[in-house]
């Protein structure tokens, strides 16, 4: 049995090193992403690990049987970027990390609320410039607002926990409500009702067709005015353009933005040295009351160590008995 594992990072190194030496099992690392060209890099290998937020190659199932991959690991959760009936139809089981560490992406939604709402970024740059003076950023406190959780799996749930340790009021909505926080209470039963009620939307959700844009100038139109927006889910959740102009217009007070719609080719590159092409992604970078990050939520040492070790884990499972914990498809 041996293993490939693209889009291999340096902090990851040292996790695949020790599970190799630990389970006497080859896994070769590769920095780069699985694509058209790399594709054949997995002829003679059992397993496939990836992790990337973008396409995968056009007919990747079908190039991954041809060369005799059984399982294909994905290191993070989300699988709305993978074919998973191509995977089914040739017989390549797929598995996924569903809880690395939720604590990590709520935590990361928590703290850039927190920015927004005491208007640190401004504060920092003002002091930066010298000009020491208050007003009017004046704060807001969370246990003042009403919280709207958007999905109550693993990550908003941990998300409701630090919430409510705050003092803030926490509604939520999930098309798959969970029973504990259903006998709480806790949900409303539409979006509508969600938008109409929040001072603060946050997204904990998978990336589904059915939600693609659910944040636009007509949904947001049913926010509150002055309403905060916290993206750490996926980027197609927003349209941007629409909520650029609320966040200039007023109706949209600040947004944290962890992942955007067409961040594939930004995030995770160095690009200093170039000028940006995409024009939306620009205009969000120019405005004050927008934080964002390039999907980095995720992004802990516990986080990091669990997707190593869990996506090896499972693929030498599927093949020792053909499925595993975190089985997908
Ligand atoms: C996920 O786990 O799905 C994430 O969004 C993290 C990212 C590294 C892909």
């Not at 896994?27 to 003679?44: E, F, H, M, P, W």
């Not at 603060?200 to 059915?210: G, L, Q, R």
Request: net charge negative; hydrophobic share 40%; with cysteine.
């Amino acid at each position: 049995m041996k293993f490939i594992a693209f889009n291999a990072r340096e902090d990851e190194q040292q996790y695949f090193e020790a599970w190799e030496k630990k389970n006497d099992i080859q896994v070769k690392t590769v920095k780069g992403a699985l694509d058209s060209n790399t594709l054949d890099r997995t002829i003679g290998y059992d397993g496939v690990l990836a992790l990337q937020t973008g396409v995968f190659p056009n007919k990747m199932f079908d190039k991954l049987n041809k060369n005799g991959v059984k399982v294909f690991s994905i290191r993070n959760v989300g699988v709305d970027n993978l074919d998973l009936e191509e995977a089914k139809s040739n017989g390549i089981k797929v598995t996924n990390v569903p809880a690395y560490s939720p604590n990590a992406i709520a935590e990361f939604s928590v703290t850039q609320l927190m920015q927004l709402l005491r208007n640190t970024t401004v504060f920092r740059r003002k002091v930066a410039e010298h000009d020491f003076r208050w007003a009017p950023f004046v704060g807001k406190e969370l246990r003042s607002l009403t919280v709207g959780v958007i999905g109550t799996g693993r990550i908003g749930r941990a998300a409701i926990n630090i919430y409510r340790g705050f003092g803030a009021k926490v509604i939520a909505y999930d098309v798959y409500p969970n029973s504990e926080l259903e006998k709480e209470g806790m949900y409303v039963s539409s979006y509508d009702e969600l938008f109409a009620q929040s001072d603060v939307i946050t997204m904990h959700m998978p990336a589904t067709p059915k939600d693609h844009h659910l944040i636009n100038a007509e949904t947001i139109a049913k926010m509150k005015k002055g309403v905060y927006i916290i993206n750490t889910a996926r980027g197609s959740l927003i349209n941007t353009p629409d909520l650029i102009a609320a966040l200039k217009n007023g109706q949209v007070a600040g947004a944290a933005l962890d992942t955007y719609e067409n961040e594939s080719p930004l995030f995770n590159h160095d690009l200093r040295e170039e000028e940006l092409q995409d024009k939306v992604f620009s205009e969000l970078l120019e405005l004050d009351n927008v934080l964002v990050t390039p999907h980095v939520a995720f992004y802990t040492e516990t986080a990091v160590k669990n997707m190593v070790f869990v996506a090896l884990d499972s693929a030498k499972a599927v093949c020792e008995t053909g499925t595993a914990d975190t089985i997908v498809i």
